[in-house]
């Protein structure tokens, strides 16, 4: 019988935050894993009223900013150096590393931009699609 593969076990966590579970045990063969997931709070927001007055030309918008995101559930090593607020990145650029499970999980800048801001830290165990950079393009 195969053991439990890293595809198995990012799959059934997905399934299990997105149905609210706590904790997942997982058991192939002599394989076994477990994890315990950390509550994600629910927001309500109540339904905001608009009132728009029509006097010229709108504004152009800032770009939103976009995340970061790790790729799987362990602890997070940056690149060596660690980037900083200000530091430019480019699409497939290499921004640190997600070790899980004697893996290292590569992450990927996505986009071309500037590192607007740093949500993590060297050494800190993170949550598969937590925020790990804000980057502004």
């Known amino acids: ?6 595809d198995v076990i990012r ?3 997905r399934i299990a935050r997105e149905s609210g579970f706590r904790t997942v045990r997982l058991k192939a063969g002599d394989d076994r894993f477990r994890a315990e997931l950390s509550a994600a709070p629910v ?5 905001p009223t608009v009132t728009t007055t029509a006097v010229g030309p709108a504004p152009e918008a ?3 900013p976009i995340l970061i995101h790790s790729p799987a559930v362990g602890i997070f090593r940056p690149i060596d150096p660690p980037l900083q607020v200000g530091d ?3 699409p497939d650029q290499l921004v640190g590393t997600v070790a899980a499970l004697g893996l290292a999980n590569d992450v990927l800048a996505k986009v071309s931009g ?3 801001e740093v949500l993590i830290e060297a ?3 993170v949550d598969y699609h937590r925020p790990l ?3 502004t393009r």
């Open 1 to 6: 019988m195969p053991g439990l593969s890293h």
């Open 11 to 13: 799959e059934a966590l």
């Open 43 to 47: 927001v309500a927001s109540p339904t």
């Open 62 to 64: 800032a770009p939103a």
């Open 88 to 90: 430019k990145v480019s």
């Open 114 to 116: 500037e590192i607007a």
């Open 123 to 125: 050494g800190q165990s």
């Open 133 to 135: 950079f804000r980057v």
